[in-house]
């Protein structure tokens, strides 16, 4: 027993060293028992929490939105707050505005208006308005009273702005009627136990980081009228006409696509059942890190539903919103369902966490709980925008990433998660070798930035390297060198310890190295925290008899698979593959010895799906064969 003690104690130290660069705050983290090195939440951890109901309405085509927040913030924090930070995403659209791209002129306002801000009940908007700092998107509210830990403090804000009809940043307008809105209310920032409060402004580029709020939002339009949101719809019964409240509910259990409005009725308009006109579409989204919506008096509207968690047959509502002329969207219910169920069931392998998920058919392609904004496509490019897109409710919705500083903890993982899928289902489209591909372009040039700098830091080509294909890459290759297996399940053992949390990059590496009693630094160090590219080298190859020796050197830092194909004089071919756990104990080179029966032509290394920044020096050739 005292020696299985010992032993336990031993490992505990092993696997719970540092072996990792920790930056100082997070080592604070770990002292104040917010965190820990074992990539555990500590007893300490804290987060705020706020709740929010709003009022906002639009009547189409006037682009003015009208909104009533009604917030209250609750500190959860040791700390006493002076100040409330909050954040106003339209003002990315303020006249003079710091931004990473040009906006049309035509979209430009003086930011958002408000009619009336309180605090606590006290109106704040008076001719000093000393309480408030604004600057970009960053709006600072300085609290007359400040709030103590376990405390609560509500705001009452009624504001306006038009919404964007030309430059659509995530959102905006779709055609003369359709629009998704997001990035639209007055929002409280994270604050955080490693940095305070998160002042980084919105200036177009770098996307999430929030806290889970509650949401009750009622979105008042004409009454011709849908609108789709984050959250369910409260009040179907009353403000949607028989047939379509007929059709809405069995697509709630439906395991085939239901066509709630089809083009016929698209064409012809909907009616909703309003009053003077109007009708107040009502939605809850409890514990969610966002809220978004969008309308149309025309779209089209697929439904089905998909069961989401085979313990309890839990079920989700998948629906596609889209216009009559998008020739993929009509398949966009159906794949999304695939997409939702093979995330759910096999990688990560996780019950997708919301009751319903509605793909917009807007532009480009931008996650939200719940929702996408995705553009027309090709069949299979709609396929794996779906499954990029709705990849994002685990990373960053599910684990409360914070994008903004390491985008390579949830872009990665959207690009990651759907690789084999979307292979299965269409066999041209391999997004390995596309981020392999996209990889080699930047890597071991100057704009590729190690991923631990924070993604604030990046721009361009820079950023989509570091947020997208490096590590979309990384993810692949190790679960090819942990082990498939391992790999899932120290995955869903991170996600399990951290959802509904903020984990920062080190949480995330010392988690999978706990969970595995493993040390990952071999592959972490190179690939995550160090400078470099993936660069192997066909250095010999030579046949003496029967024997074949081939020398393949690594000449990048980074590990990555080696796979060799020998391709003898009579037309047939051996093949080896190791994972990158071949290079972990820090070899420079590795030799193959093979027996052969006959001469060898040629020998090839590598492949179109690892990473390998000159594919030129990957082939020997022996010998001619005789033809
Ligand atoms: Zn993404």
Excluded at 245 to 257: R, Y
Excluded at 564 to 572: A, K, R, V, Y
């Amino acid at each position: 027993m005292k020696n299985i003690a010992a032993f336990l104690l031993l490992f505990t130290l092993c696997t719970s060293a540092q072996t990792l660069y920790t930056p100082y705050d997070v080592q604070k983290a770990y002292k104040n028992g917010t965190r820990t090195s074992e990539g555990i939440p500590g007893s300490k951890y804290w987060q705020n929490h706020a709740s929010y109901t709003m009022y906002v309405s639009l009547t189409p085509p006037d682009a003015q939105l009208q909104g009533q927040s009604q917030i209250t913030y609750f500190n959860n924090s040791p700390d006493t707050l002076k100040e409330i930070v909050f954040r106003l995403y339209p003002n990315m659209y303020k006249l003079g505005a710091e931004r990473d791209f040009s906006l049309s002129a035509e979209d430009l306002h003086p930011g958002v208006d408000f009619s009336s801000f309180k605090v606590r009940g006290k109106e704040q908007l008076t001719d000093e308005n000393t309480s408030f700092r604004q600057s970009g998107t960053v709006l600072t509210v300085k609290l007359e009273e400040h709030l103590p830990p376990a405390s609560s403090v509500n705001f009452e804000i009624a504001w306006n702005y038009p919404l964007p009809s030309k430059s659509n940043v995530r959102m905006g307008r779709y055609d003369s009627t359709s629009w998704f809105v997001a990035y639209w209310y007055p929002q409280i920032a994270v604050y955080d136990d490693v940095s305070g409060w998160d002042k980084i402004p919105y200036t177009g580029q770098k996307e999430y980081y929030n806290d889970f709020n509650d949401y009750t939002v009622t979105i008042d339009l004409p009454e011709s009228f849908c609108a789709w949101a984050t959250g369910e719809l409260q009040n179907a019964t009353d403000i949607m006409p028989d047939a379509l409240l007929e059709k809405f509910t069995s697509a709630h259990t439906s395991e085939t696509v239901i066509n709630l409005i089809t083009k016929e009725e698209g064409e012809k308009g909907y009616k909703m059942k309003g009053r003077e006109g109007r009708v107040q579409w009502n939605f809850t989204a409890m514990n969610v890190p966002d809220f978004a919506f969008a309308l149309s008096d025309h779209y089209l509207w697929d439904a089905v539903s998909v069961v989401v968690d085979s313990s309890t047959m839990r079920r989700a509502l998948v629906n596609a919103a889209y216009k009559s002329t998008s020739k993929d969207y009509y398949e966009v219910a159906d794949f999304s369902r695939t997409v939702i169920s093979y995330f759910s069931h096999t990688l990560p392998g996780v019950p997708y966490p919301y009751p319903v998920m509605t793909v917009y058919n807007g532009q480009g392609g931008m996650e939200f709980p719940m929702m996408c904004n995705n553009g027309s496509t090709s069949r299979g490019g709609a396929f794996s925008l779906a499954a990029h897109e709705i990849a994002h409710t685990y990373f960053p919705f599910y684990m409360g990433i914070n994008e903004k500083r390491y985008a390579w903890m949830d872009e990665g993982w959207a690009v990651m998660l759907p690789m084999d899928l979307v292979l299965e289902h269409f066999p041209d489209i391999d997004l390995r070798n596309r981020n392999a591909k996209g990889f080699n372009t930047v890597a071991g040039t100057e704009f590729e930035i190690p991923l631990y700098i924070p993604s604030q830091q990046t721009s361009g080509s820079a950023y989509r390297t570091h947020a997208y294909t490096r590590p979309g890459m990384a993810y692949y290759i190790l679960r090819d060198a942990l082990g498939k297996d391992n790999f899932d399940k120290a995955l869903r053992e991170y996600m399990k310890r951290w959802r509904g949390k903020h984990p920062l990059p080190n949480d995330f590496f010392y988690s999978f190295n706990n969970y595995l009693k493993e040390d990952i630094s071999w592959f972490w160090n190179p690939w995550f925290f160090e400078s470099g590219y993936a660069e192997l080298f066909l250095k010999s190859a030579v046949q003496k008899k029967n024997d074949l020796t081939i020398i393949v050197e690594r000449e990048g830092n980074l590990p990555v698979p080696v796979k060799l194909l020998i391709t003898l004089e009579d037309g047939s071919t051996i093949s080896k593959y190791e994972t990158a756990a071949v290079w972990k104990t820090g070899l420079k080179e590795k030799k193959y010895t093979f027996k052969v029966s006959g001469k060898v032509e040629s020998v090839l290394l590598g492949d179109v799906i690892i990473p390998d920044k000159v594919a030129e020096n990957n082939f020997i050739k022996l010998s001619s064969a005789k033809k």
